[in-house]
């Protein structure tokens, strides 16, 4: 990607602080952040360092309490609460790291309800959330309620429900913290691909080195502010 | 955005179906409550209405002496006369018949079968003071009235027990050693506060005063009144002939009572109604109970499904969905609830309508009014939660438990 390519997100000088008077803790302190569309960046920090706090403010769950947060060039700062969630709808997906599935929910009423809010028709919702649960490995699984499927299954409807509206971001906040490392390789080979052919720009959170080597750039936390940037190993080409 | 909420409701409510089962068990019982009582209240004040219609409506019934539980002691005031019943056919205006009535028991054979029953001795006018039509046969001749020939109409109990159902027009039958053609039957009135209306034989007056009374006495004469005439006006005129024709002057008091039977029907329908009111209202209690039912666990609902929300607020809905979601259960489940009461309440209907001798009936009005209280109840009674549930920041619910 070119380096002239306005980044889809920018950060500029972002500050949060949680609570109020002698208790307020300031978990961000100034972040500067640009991420370009179609890359793939894994976050990482020691705990406490604001991971999950950026990953919030960028998934438009949380406004930040200073600085500028810019999506496609939008200040989200200034939008308000159903402004962010139409935000949501319309170009974010979300891994989390406890699935957070619908329980007593089969697979493909999950994985359709992002469709449900955005209005489609029933048949369009049944025909986009089997093709993601196919590009998943689930087709034979749609009918499953989270509670019959394994952890490693369960990720991948959350990913099914997560690209199922072709967002432009997909953000995961330690979305292999719960499985093991096999499974934690397929799911990121999985965002690997993704990321590859469809070009979704993939955020992710991620404690381990070897998840974080799938990615283009690794982004480092510390004390609530970004420590450095690097290049991940497996980005074959080298990213600036 | 509606049928999006909606379905979404229908989904959560089938997929927790015994908490949804408990939910509106309240609507259920409270709906299922004020139907049952207010159509058991209809009912019962229908069939006492009718046990009083079969009175006849704008009828006064005179009887001597001063009335029920009044003037114990003193000599007996004299029965009528015929010339009574003439006086008043013939003076007071608004008034369509009199009918004389004598009355005495007897004891009826046929083919060696015998029944003991009442014997009503009247004229044609009987039949005009009160609708009671005959399923066969004919009333009495002019002749045979005047004469006061040994003829009789009879009432259903006498043919059930005397002709075994069958045909008894035509027939001849012994009361008390006379001998008397059966002319007519009269059509089922039934079990009435005044015992079997139906164990019963009218025959001319003639007859009954000369066979059976041995004197020329009436005991009761019984007024039709003409609707478009005021029943109070027309008691008070009646009233002023028999003082006349008893001599009963100046400020002495009647020794004989006029007894209007829209009166009791009035009375009665007060009663009924009133009951009716007090058993809705308790019914009503329930109603509002279950409502508040509903707010209970919709709003435990919403703590328990905190992460449900959280997820739903995460992957795009908009607060104003997820509120229009939770109203839309507590509407869904509170209208389902009010429909499972109006079937409730057709059930107990009909298996307490016979208990209580009353007619099954189904009262459109207050069906339609218990399902619109039934939704009503669900709107306010579930938008407390539903806001709460809205207001809910996503990534708190998210974190929750
Ligand atoms: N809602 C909150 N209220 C108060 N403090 C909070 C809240 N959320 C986070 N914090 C604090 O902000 C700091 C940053 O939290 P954050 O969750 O971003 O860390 P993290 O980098 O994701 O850590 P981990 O690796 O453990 O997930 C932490 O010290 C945390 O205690
Ligand atoms: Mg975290």
């Known amino acids: 990607m070119a380096d002239s390519d306005p980044p889809i997100i920018r950060l500029r000088g972002v500050t949060k602080v949680y609570g109020e008077g002698p208790t307020a803790f300031q978990a961000l302190k100034g972040v500067d952040l640009d991420i370009a569309a179609g890359d793939f960046v894994a976050v990482m920090g020691p705990s406490g360092s604001g991971k999950s706090t950026t990953m919030n403010i960028l998934g438009c769950l949380d406004v930040p309490t200073g600085g500028q947060f810019l999506f496609k060039g ?33 697979a493909l009423e999950n994985v359709e309800l992002p469709l449900l809010y955005r209005g489609d028709p029933r048949k369009q919702r049944r025909e986009a959330a089997m093709e993601a ?14 509670g019959e499927l394994s952890g490693g299954q369960q990720q991948r409807v959350a990913i099914a429900r997560a690209i199922v509206t072709n967002p432009d971001v997909l953000l995961a906040d330690e979305p292999t913290g719960n499985l093991d490392s096999e499974r934690s390789i397929e799911i990121m080979e ?37 420590e450095r940037i690097e290049a991940g190993h497996k980005s074959g080409e080298a990213v600036a | 955005m509606f049928g999006t909420t909606f379905m979404l409701a229908i989904r959560s409510i089938f997929r927790h179906k015994l908490r949804s089962f408990l939910t509106t068990l ?60 003439e ?90 050693g006379v001998s008397c ?23 001319p007056i003639k007859q009954v005063q000369r066979r059976f009374t041995g004197n020329r006495d009436i005991r009761l004469m019984m007024v039709g009144v003409d609707p478009a005439y005021d029943s109070a006006q027309v008691q008070e005129s009646i009233k002023q002939v028999l003082r006349e024709r008893r001599r009963i002057t100046g400020g002495k008091e009647d020794d004989f009572n006029i007894f209007d039977t829209a009166q009791i029907s009035q009375t009665l329908t007060g009663i009924t109604t009133l009951l009716t009111q007090i058993v809705t209202a308790v019914a009503a209690i329930s109603l509002v109970v279950g409502g ?55 059930l107990v209907v009909i298996g307490l309508a016979p208990l209580m001798q ?21 709107v306010v009674f579930g938008y407390f939660p539903a806001q709460r549930a809205a207001g809910l920041n996503p990534i708190d619910a998210l974190r929750h438990e």
Request: include cysteine.
């Open chain 2, 358 to 378: 009353v007619e099954f009936l189904f009262e459109p009005q207050i069906n339609v009014i218990a399902f619109l209280v039934s939704a009503l109840i669900g």
């Open chain 2, 292 to 346: 508040i039912g509903i707010m209970n666990i919709m709003l435990v609902s919403v703590t328990e499904r905190t992460r449900e929300i959280g997820i739903r607020l995460a992957i795009g809905a908009v607060a104003s969905e997820v509120l229009l979601q939770f109203l839309m259960e507590a509407v869904v489940l509170s209208c389902l609830g009010g429909l499972v009461g109006l079937v409730v309440a057709q």
């Open chain 2, 26 to 85: 309240g609507i259920i019982i409270g709906v299922a409550a004020v139907v049952a009582m207010v159509t058991l209240g209809k009912a019962t004040t229908k069939a006492a209405q009718a046990q009083v219609a079969s009175l006849g409506t704008n009828v006064l019934q005179i009887r001597p002496g001063q009335g029920f539980g009044r003037g114990g002691g003193g000599p007996r005031p004299p029965d009528f006369k015929e010339a009574d019943v």
């Open chain 1, 133 to 146: 649960l196919d590009k998943v490995g689930l087709k034979d699984w749609w009918d499953h309620t989270p």
């Open chain 1, 74 to 106: 939008v200040h989200v700062e200034r939008l308000d609460r159903d402004q962010r969630a139409l935000l949501r709808r319309k170009y974010l997906g979300f891994v989390f790291q406890g699935f957070n599935l619908l329980a007593r929910t089969s």
């Open chain 2, 87 to 176: 006086a008043i056919a013939r003076q007071v205006a608004g008034v369509k018949a009199v009918a004389p009535q004598a009355q005495s028991t007897a004891t009826v054979i046929y083919q060696g079968a015998n029944w003991s029953t009442t014997i009503n001795g009247t004229t044609n006018a009987f039949f005009q003071v009160q609708p009671w039509p005959l399923v066969s046969g004919r009333t009495f001749s002019r002749n045979e009235e005047q004469a006061g020939n040994a003829v009789c109409i009879i009432g259903n109990t006498i043919r059930t027990n005397l002709f075994r159902g069958g045909e008894a027009v035509g027939d001849r039958i012994r009361v008390n």
């Open chain 1, 190 to 226: 999985f965002l690997t691909e993704l990321n590859k052919t469809s070009g979704i720009t993939v955020l992710m959170v991620t404690h381990e080195p070897d998840m974080a080597a799938f990615a283009h750039t690794i982004v480092h936390f510390k004390d609530g502010l970004v």
């Open chain 2, 181 to 203: 053609d059966v002319i007519g039957v009269l059509s089922t009135r039934g079990q009435g506060g005044f015992g079997d209306q139906d164990d019963v034989i009218i025959m």
